[in-house]
Structures are given as C-alpha cells and as structure tokens.
C-alpha cells in the first residue's frame, strides 16, 4: 500500500514539504557530527554498523545474524547492539537472557539471541547498549543491528543493505519516499550488502535461502511444500517478499496476511485466522512473538543470508582486519 502511494500516487507531492523538512535536518544532523559540533562516543573495540539507508524490509537482520556466525566461527567473540524497537521496558539498557521477553526489547533482538546465542545488548541509546555488552562480558567486536543513522555512535564499518528488487523507490525522503538518507550516502560506507535483484558494479550480493518449516507447538520439523491448506501471516517490513519465497518454494497459500513491521499478537486474534484443518504459517521474526501460546497448527519459516564465498571472504577479511591479533579466515 505505501509503496504504491510513493511510487503512483500524486498526492505524495502534498508531503514535499515535509519531505524537504525531513531530509535537511537528516544532512544537518550528520554534518553537525561530522563537524564536532556533537560529540561522538567512541567504544574501545571495533564497531561494525548493518543498516540502511530506507525504511524496514532489507533483509538487514539476517545479514547481521550471518556476519555474527561467521565470526563466531572463526573463533572471535561478539557482541550485538540493538535499538530494540517495539520494546517497552521499565528501564534500559537491557542485555537479553532465555527469559526475556519481545514485550520488553522488541522482535529482532530475540530472535539474533535465539539463532546465534551473542550477547545481545538493548537500549535506544545506542552507547549505552554496547557498554552494557562491556560491563557484562569481554567481547571482540560488536555489530549493532540497524544504527546508520546514529551519528552519536562512533562505527568502524558501515555496512548497508539493500533491497535488490525494490531499490530506493522515487528516491525521496520520508515520508514522500521511502529514504532516510539519500542514495548519495552509499559513497562513504564501507560496503554494499543487496539483497536478491541484481547487484550493480560494486555490490555484494545476497539472498535469502529457506530452510525446513518448524512447528511452533512440538518443533517438528519438514519441507515447506509438504504443508497443506496454508495461510500465510507476515509482520516485516516487506512482506511480499516471504510471500514470494513460499511461492517459489512451491506453497500456495489459501491466504495471504499482512501486518506492519513489528506487529503485536495475541493468541484470540490469532487463532481466529485459520479454520480447522488449516495451516499458519509465518515468520520467525513473527514466531518469537507467539512462541508462549503457539497452537499445534501454527508453523514459521526460517530463512539464512547466503553470500557467495568469495565476497563474503572479502567482507570478513576486512572486518577482521579491524582487531588487533590476526584471525584465520576460512
């Protein structure tokens, strides 16, 4: 619905001021930290920033979880720094634990906790997410999921990820368009991370590949086309594209729903979207949510970051390039 507001519709013009409004302080923040006008806190490891320059729906998470795996296994120990968006704590910073709650730190934190057992270290400051990461272990490095655009946080890398089908839509600035910073702020990162499509010349690619479909209730496990009598949920950021990947998996799902990004469930709602006999059937970023009253019929779909070997071994030498003792990288 946005996105066809921001690429056909006329009344988009009627946000031009607003959009203007927006953008300018966006460019006067950052050169106002550029400048040190501002102060900028600096941590005393390596602090590698995944995020983008448009709204939600990149794929930035799964990339995240990919980068944390893949330095875990080359030995080093890290650290994940997030905003927690969606999170209503009494207090934070937060460092999350089996215990913790999405009601108290949002979805994304839970499920990098759930796949890759990091640190994980919640605040909306983001400073005070990585000291408390410090206080409560050593760690090697931190990535901090999503953060381009806090400026207050000094970062070693910036990574920005990129949807490959959807690019940067009219180009705009919120809310005429979908940016953030404008596509000239790719010049200054460190690399280029996009997620299906085509990457231009100087892009890393990457996708999405799914796994087996698990069910929320036993933990069963089986190939995703083997569900029968389907109902498709998501609550990303763009969920045509889990949509899309059930399609190309050979599900076709008696209906498709979707929520806003980070949407809040509950189990009458819920259950009141299949009929007996049906399947529903959503994401894991959607399963965190609703593990603690998951019915027998309710199942997600896992995906991973794939990136082809050679860019990825590249990508990680430069990483680890930041630390000060060498690290093998496979």
């Not at 934070?92 to 890759?116: K, W």
């Not at 036993?218 to 949920?233: C, D, F, Q, R």
Request: proline share 5%.
């Amino acid at each position: 619905m946005i996105c066809h507001f921001w690429s056909a519709s006329v009344a988009r013009y009627l946000l031009f001021p607003l959009c203007l409004v927006y953008g300018c302080t966006s460019h006067m923040l950052r050169l106002s930290y550029l400048l040190g006008l501002r102060k900028v806190w600096r941590a005393p490891i390596p602090i590698v920033i995944v995020g983008n320059l448009t709204i939600g729906g990149n794929g930035k998470t799964p990339l995240v979880i990919w980068l944390v795996e893949a330095l875990q296994n080359r030995g080093l120990r890290v650290g994940v720094a997030s905003r927690g968006y969606g999170g209503k704590a009494k207090h934070y910073p937060l460092i999350v634990r089996h215990n913790t709650t999405t009601h108290q730190v949002g979805d994304e934190p839970i499920l990098v906790y759930q796949r890759t057992r990091a640190i994980v270290g919640v605040a909306p400051i983001r400073q005070q997410a990585v000291e408390a990461i410090l206080d409560y272990s050593t760690v090697d490095i931190i990535i901090t999921d999503d953060g381009l655009q806090h400026y207050a946080l000094a970062r070693d890398i910036e990574i920005v990820v990129i949807d490959g089908t959807r690019r940067f839509g009219n180009g705009w600035w919120l809310p005429m368009g979908p940016m953030r910073e404008l596509e000239s702020r790719l010049l200054s990162v460190t690399a280029i991370i996009t997620n299906g499509g085509v990457a231009l010349p100087g892009e890393l690619s990457m996708h999405l590949l799914p796994g087996l479909a698990v069910n929320l209730f036993s933990g069963e496990k089986k190939p995703v086309e083997k569900l029968e009598n389907v109902i498709a949920m998501a609550g990303i950021g763009y969920p045509k594209r889990f949509f899309n990947t059930l399609y190309t998996e050979g599900v076709r799902p008696l209906k498709t729903i979707s929520f806003v990004d980070h949407q809040s469930y509950n189990l009458q709602a819920l259950t009141k979207l299949t009929t007996s006999g049906q399947i529903l059937l959503m994401t894991e970023k959607d399963a965190v949510k609703v593990r603690s009253f998951a019915k027998k019929n309710w199942w997600y779909l896992p995906v991973k970051a794939v990136l082809p070997s050679h860019e990825a071994q590249v990508l990680l030498n430069t990483i680890c390039g930041l630390l000060p003792f060498s690290t093998t990288i496979k």
